[in-house]
Structure formats: C-alpha cells, structure tokens
C-alpha cells in the first residue's frame, strides 16, 4: 500500500513563503515521478509542479514559475514545494501525487496519477 503524507500548510500574508512536503511509504519512491496539485475553493484541480524520477527535470504551471520550485530528496522518499512570493490566489489546498507509470515526462493531469496525499491547507491573506 502506497502512502503520501503532506505537510507544512498554514497560513502566510501575501509575499511570504511556505514551504510544504509530501513523505511516501510503500514502495520506492525513486520509482515515481511526483506532481503537486492545488484545488481552491469553487475551482477544479489543477496542476501546479512535477518532477521526474530522478529530480533532473521539473515542471512549473505559468501561474506559479518563477516563484515556487519541486525538489525531492529520493533518500528521504520527500518531495517539497517551496512557494515564495505567494498571492492571495494560490489560496487553496495542496495535494502531492505519485505517478509510476513515467520516468521522463512529467504529466499534467490528475488522472494520470495513481496514489494521492490527502492534502494540506494553504492560505495566504493580502
């Protein structure tokens, strides 16, 4: 049974920064490529970062480059989302998702995913 655990939500004022992490059990993690998720209140799920296997490549959405950035730490089975310069607008929770079914591409879509945290709460006032 493969399990994602996330960590590190809160609360922040626009401009500040959190940084939050997702720990898998169950099975490798160096397997999976990793995705970060976010859902806001009345919207759809969509896709933030993702990282490759291996953490050699990574994936930002346009609403989030530049300021947040995946990494993970395959000897701590770890992925994170450090998130500086937040808004208003990335109220919302944040999911991490595993996907073994990739080693290069980095996909986009919830349903290609297969395991799921069960999200942490951001929130950032202005």
């Known amino acids: 049974q493969v399990q994602l655990v996330e960590s590190g939500g809160g609360s922040v004022q626009a401009g500040g920064s959190l940084r939050v992490s997702c720990t898998v059990s169950?099975?490798?993690?160096?397997?999976?490529?990793m995705g970060w998720f976010r859902r806001a209140p009345g919207k759809e799920r969509e896709f933030v970062a993702g990282?490759?296997?291996?953490?050699?490549?990574?994936y930002s959405a346009d609403s989030v480059r530049g300021r947040f950035t995946i990494s993970r730490d395959n000897a701590k089975n770890t992925v994170y989302l450090q998130m500086n310069s937040l808004k208003p607008e990335d109220t919302a929770v944040y999911y991490c998702?595993?996907?073994?079914?990739?080693?290069?591409?980095?996909?986009?879509?919830?349903?290609?995913?297969?395991?799921w945290g069960q999200g942490t709460q951001v929130t950032v006032s202005s």
């Open positions: 169950g099975r490798t993690f160096s397997s999976y490529a």
């Open positions: 998702a595993a996907d073994s079914t990739t080693a290069w591409l980095i996909h986009r879509i919830p349903g290609q995913y297969e395991y």
């Open positions: 990282i490759n296997r291996s953490g050699d490549y990574r």
